[in-house]
């Protein structure tokens, strides 16, 4: 009678099989990567397939390391790892160690291994660019010295300022030899003193582009004492070269316009500036304008020979005020003095002369107003109105008056 086994004794039968087999537990296998699927935990599931079949393929996040790209649909691949079963579902599947990709993908494989390994030495690190100069009189470019790439340069350069000079280190960009022929370019303009070096060559595969993607070239840009664009395939291709370069253009023409200040704008820029000058300073003299006026103005008034003027004034109506004042005081003291006059009259002893009366002194010219005062033989003036009389007492007689009349 046959023997009857379960399920899982049949996928561990076969499980044991294949982990027996030594080819399937080291093998590679190639195809097409689809149904892709990163899953949370880290795990990678996707099949593996060619026109023929498929395989279903696993890798666990443990082995993530082996991997150096992501993984996308329609890659082609090359697989390292075993093929074994899980018993669960008795299902054989490809379980994945190591994954790269296969042809230019290889390629694709090494530029990111490079990258990461010049990223970690500080090769692309910001603080070792170096700042590219705005006004340049020398142009060094390395590029093949046929093509559109030398072409554009040359053509936009000279269109943005024809007075700069291009020198020409005419490299070898494609092949075995491109290597060692761009670093010599590099190290030949350097040499020469240039201001700025552009290192390029026009678009094409990765194939075409690989010199630019090689350690020695990344190092030649990276020691290089003038700062370099690099300016290589068009804008979508990214090399080695570019993440090193101290500026990266998308493409040739760009890396001209980039190094070559353009005259046309300059010229623009000063008009704009002329104009914008003389603007101010035409505020700036209204402005000072206007001060000065305010200025000589407020002198006006606090100038010496202002304020000699108005004191001037000033004392002329003083003067004026003074002169009325005096007049009115003379005036004034005139009519009194008339009035004193007048009043003096009465008690003038002029006045009394005129009216017939006279007046008697002794010889000291004191005045003799009693017969006491004179004797007998005394020599006497008389004041009369028109003059004196020298006399002499004969005799004297004492009488009475009465004031009254009576």
Known sequence: MQNVYTVAQVNSYIKNMFTQDFMLQSIRVKGEVSNCKYHPSGHIYFTLKDIKGTIACVMFSSCRKGLAFRMTEGQQVVVSGSVDVYERDGKYQLYAREISLDGAGALYERYERLKQELYERGMFAPQYKQPIPRYIRTLGVVTASTGAA???????????????????????????????????????????????????????????????????????????????????????????????????????????????????????????????????????????????????VRLKYVSPVNRIRMKRTQALSLEERLQNVMESLLVEKRHRLALYVEQMKGLSPLDKLNQGY?????????????????????????????????????????????????
Request: charged share 25%; glycine share 8%; aromatic share 6%.
């Open 358 to 406: 006279s007046y008697v002194s002794d010889k000291a010219g004191k005045t003799l107003s009693s017969v006491q005062q004179a004797d007998v033989g005394d020599q006497i003036t008389v004041y009369v109105k028109d003059g004196q009389i020298k006399a002499s007492v004969t005799g004297k007689e004492k009488m009475e008056f009465r004031i009254d009349g009576v």
């Open 150 to 296: 030398v072409r554009d340069i040359i053509n936009i350069a000279s269109r943005r300022n024809p007075y700069v000079q291009i020198i020409l280190y005419p490299a070898i960009v494609q092949g075995e030899a491109a290597v060692p022929s761009i670093i010599n370019g590099i190290h030949a303009l350097e040499r020469q003193g240039v201001d700025i070096i552009i290192v390029g060559r026009g678009g094409g595969s990765i194939e075409d582009l690989w010199a630019f993607n090689e350690e020695a070239v990344a190092q030649a840009i990276f020691d290089c004492s003038i700062p370099i664009i690099s300016a290589v395939g068009h804008e979508t291709d990214t090399t080695i070269a570019d993440f090193v370069a101290d500026l990266r253009a998308p493409t040739p023409s760009a890396a001209a316009e980039l190094a070559v200040y353009d005259v046309g704008q300059m010229q623009e820029k000063l008009d704009e500036y002329a104009y914008t000058m003389r603007h101010h300073m035409g505020v700036v003299i209204q402005r000072m304008r206007r001060a000065e006026e305010q200025y000589r």
